[in-house]
Nanobody, 116 residues
Framework: QVQLVESGGGLVQPGGSLRLSCAAS????????MTWYRQAPGKQRELVAS???????DYADSVKGRFTISRDNTKNTVYLQMNSLKPEDTAVYVC??????????WGQGTQVTVSS
C-alpha cells in the first residue's frame, strides 16, 4: 500500500504564506514525478506545480513567481511554498505521485483558504 499524507493547509489572509507538505510512504517503488493539483468549488481540477526526479519544475501561469515546488528525495516528500496568496488561490490542494512504473497515487487533499 502507498499512502500520501498532506499537511500545511489552513486559513491565511491575502498576501500571506503557507507551505504544504506531501509525504509518501508504503510500498512505492520509485517516485518519478510529484505534482500538486487544486480544485475549487465549481471549477475543474487544475495542475498547480510539478517536479520531476531530475528537479525539472512546471507551474501554472497563475502561480508563477508566487509558488515554489521542491522535493526531498530522502524523505519522499514534496513541498509547495505559497507566497503572496490571493483569494483566488482558495481550493483543496491535492498531492499526486507517479512512480516509474507509471502508477499514480492521490492524497486526500488539504484545504487552503485565503480570506480577510
Amino acid at each position: 500500500q502507498v499512502q500520501l499524507v498532506e499537511s500545511g493547509g489552513g486559513l491565511v489572509q491575502p498576501g500571506g504564506s503557507l507551505r504544504l507538505s506531501c509525504a509518501a510512504s508504503g510500498n512505492i517503488f520509485s517516485i518519478y514525478t510529484m505534482t500538486w493539483y487544486r480544485q475549487a468549488p465549481g471549477k475543474q481540477r487544475e495542475l498547480v506545480a510539478s517536479i520531476t526526479t531530475g528537479g525539472t519544475t512546471d507551474y501554472a501561469d497563475s502561480v508563477k513567481g508566487r509558488f515554489t515546488i521542491s522535493r526531498d528525495n530522502t524523505k519522499n516528500t514534496v513541498y509547495l511554498q505559497m507566497n503572496s496568496l490571493k483569494p483566488e488561490d482558495t481550493a483543496v490542494y491535492v498531492c499526486f505521485v507517479r512512480d516509474r512504473r507509471m502508477l499514480g497515487y492521490w492524497g486526500q487533499g488539504t484545504q487552503v483558504t485565503v480570506s480577510s
